[in-house]
Each structure stands twice: as structure tokens, then as C-alpha cells.
T-cell receptor
Framework: KAGVTQTPRYLIKTRGQQVTLSCSPI?????VSWYQQTPGQGLQFLFE???????NKGNFPGRFSGRQFSNSRSEMNVSTLELGDSALYLC????????????FGPGTRLLVL | GESVGLHLPTLSVQEGDNSIINCAYS??????FIWYKQESGKGPQFIID?????DKRQGQRVTVLLNKTVKHLSLQIAATQPGDSAVYFC?????????????FGTGTKLQVIP
């Protein structure tokens, strides 16, 4: 079974731009969660989607948004990029989400200049 | 409040020795705990998990111990190898209304000395 895939792997943007990251979960998984990882803050939960609905959200500003498609693929969008948004963005999938192990993708490394 | 914390940011171990990585949690409602390994440039990789109704679980060369009395979790790696060098995260999972909330610790860097 193929693992979680994320595209692109690396991205360079400038302040004020917007970015869209993509995640394809493991086949059959319906829950997709997004995390931001930085050296200073560690792994921080952004949001979780299940069956195209956001059902859990972390403490991030509204510039961070996401969506999930009927095939469970998910995208996250960051608008009006700030320097502090530079991070590794990780996507994780699980079957149903509740009480199940999450499997992570390799991440998208975003650098904001 | 809820938090997951790691006692040691960096652990250096001689190759062949056993490694013990510790983790404290504070939310007694956590019912599921996971250890992840993250190598440089990669996403976290699942190692082993344990549910709150257990106090020990063994995998291949790894053992997780859960002490609910003191809210402590540990990962033991037997016969540590250079390939074990990575950052290890513990995570606690709380189920609420059918949803899950996963909180990660800050991570411990394991350095294996050849």
C-alpha cells in the first residue's frame, strides 16, 4: 500500500503571497490531519478533515485553511504569507481518526523570504 | 492544562547499549499513546503504540512502558544501532466525541555513538 504523499516537497515564497499544499492519504484512509513543524514550536496541530468536513482545528489564524475532497485528498492553503510561516508542513492520515494511529507523509518544506 | 513533555532534549548512547527515552504527560483523559521516530528530512514514522488499559507493550527491539499513576511514558530501544539515530516524539491521543486530538511532545534527539 502506498504511503502518504505530499506535494510539492519544497517551496519558496515571498511575504504576502499565498500557497497551496497537497496531501494524498493512504488508500482507504478518510481522516487527514495537518501539522506545522518548526524548531522552536515543535509539531503543532493545524486541523483535521474527515469525509470532506473539518472536525477539529488548532490555534492558528484564519490565514490557514484547508479542505478535503471526496477521494479524501486534502489541500491546505496559507494566505498572506509571513516570515514565521516558514516550516515543515506535515500531513497525516488514519482510517477514522478517533483513536487510530496517524501515518505521516514526508512533508512540504516551505521557506518564506 | 494538557501537555506532553520530554525530560531530555538530547540522549547520547553507545552502539549496542540500550536506550531509554522518557515522556511525561499531564492529561489523565489520554487513552492512547504513540511513539514516533523522525529522521532528518523525513516525516515522523510510527514505532509503537500503547493504549491506556495496558502498562507494557513490546515490538521488535522496542518496548513502551506506561505508568498512569505518575503519567509517565517511556520508550526502550534494545541494542541501539546507528540507524536508530533520530528525533523521537511521544504523542498522546484524546478521544472526544468521536474525534481525536493528538498532542506531540517536543522531541528527544537520540545520538548513537559508533
Amino acid at each position: 500500500k502506498a504511503g502518504v504523499t505530499q506535494t510539492p516537497r519544497y517551496l519558496i515564497k515571498t511575504r504576502g503571497q499565498q500557497v497551496t499544499l497537497s496531501c494524498s492519504p493512504i488508500s482507504g484512509h478518510r481522516s487527514v490531519s495537518w501539522y506545522q513543524q518548526t524548531p522552536g514550536q515543535g509539531l503543532q496541530f493545524l486541523f483535521e478533515y474527515f469525509s470532506e468536513t473539518q472536525r477539529n482545528k488548532g490555534n492558528f489564524p484564519g490565514r490557514f485553511s484547508g479542505r478535503q475532497f471526496s477521494n479524501s485528498r486534502s489541500e491546505m492553503n496559507v494566505s498572506t504569507l509571513e516570515l514565521g510561516d516558514s516550516a515543515l508542513y506535515l500531513c497525516a492520515s488514519s482510517g477514522r481518526g478517533a483513536g487510530e494511529t496517524q501515518y505521516f507523509g514526508p512533508g512540504t518544506r516551505l521557506l518564506v523570504l | 492544562g494538557e501537555s506532553v513533555g520530554l525530560h531530555l532534549p538530547t540522549l547520547s548512547v553507545q552502539e549496542g547499549d540500550n536506550s531509554i527515552i522518557n515522556c511525561a504527560y499531564s492529561n489523565s483523559a489520554s487513552d492512547y499513546f504513540i511513539w514516533y521516530k523522525q529522521e532528518s528530512g523525513k516525516g515522523p514514522q510510527f514505532i509503537i503504540d500503547i493504549r491506556s488499559n495496558m502498562d507494557k507493550r513490546q515490538g521488535q527491539r522496542v518496548t513502551v512502558l506506561l505508568n498512569k499513576t505518575v503519567k509517565h511514558l517511556s520508550l526502550q530501544i534494545a541494542a541501539t544501532q546507528p540507524g536508530d539515530s533520530a528525533v523521537y516524539f511521544c504523542a498522546e491521543n484524546i478521544r472526544s466525541g468521536g474525534y481525536q486530538k493528538v498532542t506531540f511532545g517536543t522531541g528527544t534527539k537520540l545520538q548513537v555513538i559508533p
